[in-house]
């Protein structure tokens, strides 16, 4: 019999599994992967972004899906003992843009194996290739079945089984029928922190594909033309729309729209957002009298990257070769406009087996803040990407899996052995 059985070895399993065992706990971790921490391995481009070093009000405020829920938690393990606590396993992190931290090392597999380590070290039982099928909910302790048709008994489990992005890491959705089964509720699943589609001529033409704008604002609008988000941070165009941070950030606020049944979401670019438009045009125009020999083209040079200022030039009519001379005040307003608020519609995301992380899952409100316990079923814990709580990319989201793991993990322990 085991006091504590957590299912699923990815970041908020691996956390919640040590912090079972470093209580005292008889501890068994259950994976159906032939490897733990598959997609931490993966994450940040193979470098895993472990946290970020903002503060914790800040750090919360980048976790848009219920991040509020992780106060309590964050009172008990934030994102400096994140920090402390790969520091002390000897994995030295660093501090890059926007607060996010990485091993120095740049490996991400420096993160899972340190993390192995301690598992080793706390002789917590580890069975890979084992896959949970069932869990048999009792009155005193729960049986997990497995697909071989073993069981394990255990006082308290632990469901750590990620979501539903990036399936072939192992993340399939199996929990949340075990959820469900303890009398929980499941909210909509859908993808975020996802590429966007859109079916505009420009990205149908590949136009742009390939095509990278630094530090632009990306606005979503509303059915009513009401602005719901901005951000501003680096874009891609790709062969089937947008992608990149600043895409990846708005991406949920599209989605949500899409899913109120929406065919189109209108997006926007600000290209250059540092700067209104009065000062722009007052600028311009002061470099249109000063060279009007010169190409309007070569005046906007170094606006914008040069792909994207022949596309916004084309739309508003201005030949590559006009000079300055010969621009009209109307043909300059209408290109000034796109450059600060260039409009098209998107129409869908990419799958959520694309996206990065899945919004929904298994509702807070049933769950303790400050033990990760279910409100609904005694010594069931759950901690991870597997509950509604999803963040921005930039750590944000491995955060919020160690965080709630390690104190599930710790609760786990003291329920069993108290
Ligand atoms: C490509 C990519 C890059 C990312 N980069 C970052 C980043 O740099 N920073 C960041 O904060 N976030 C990043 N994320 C998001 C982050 O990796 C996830 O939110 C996080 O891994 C979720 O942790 P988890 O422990 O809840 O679940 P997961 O990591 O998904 O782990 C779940 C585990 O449960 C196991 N499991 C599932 N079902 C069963 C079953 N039936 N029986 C047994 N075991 C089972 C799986 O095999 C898996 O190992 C990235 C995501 C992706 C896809």
Redesign the pocket.
Known sequence: MMDVTI????????MAAIAAAEQGAKTML????NK?????A????G?????NRLPADEVIKHIPGNGRFLYSAFSIFDNYDIIDFFEGLGVALKEEDHGRMFPVSNKANDVVNALLQRLDELHVTVKKN????AIDYRERTHQIILDNQDNIESKAVVI????K??PH????G??YPWAKKAGHTITELYPT?VPIVSNEDFIRSKKLQGTALRDIALSVFDEKGKKVITHQMDMLFTHFGISGPAVLRCSQYIVKLLMKGLKHVEVQIDAIPDKPVHELFSELSTMIDQHSKKTFKNVAKGLVPERYLDFLLERNGISTTIKCANISREKLEGFINDLKGFPFQVHESLPLKK???TGGGVSIKEIVPSTMQSKLMHGLYF????LDI??Y?????????MVT?RVAGMHAAWETLS
């Open positions: 299912i699923g070895g990815g970041p908020a399993g691996l259950i994976d159906k992967g733990l921490g598959k997609k931490l993966i994450s940040g481009g470098r895993c972004n472990v946290t084992t896959v949970v099928k750590a089984a990620g979501g992005a990036v890491t192992g993340s399939t199996d929990a922190e996206a990065f992380v901690c991870g990407e597997v999803h963040g990319t930039g750590g944000y989201n491995i955060t919020s899996a793991g």
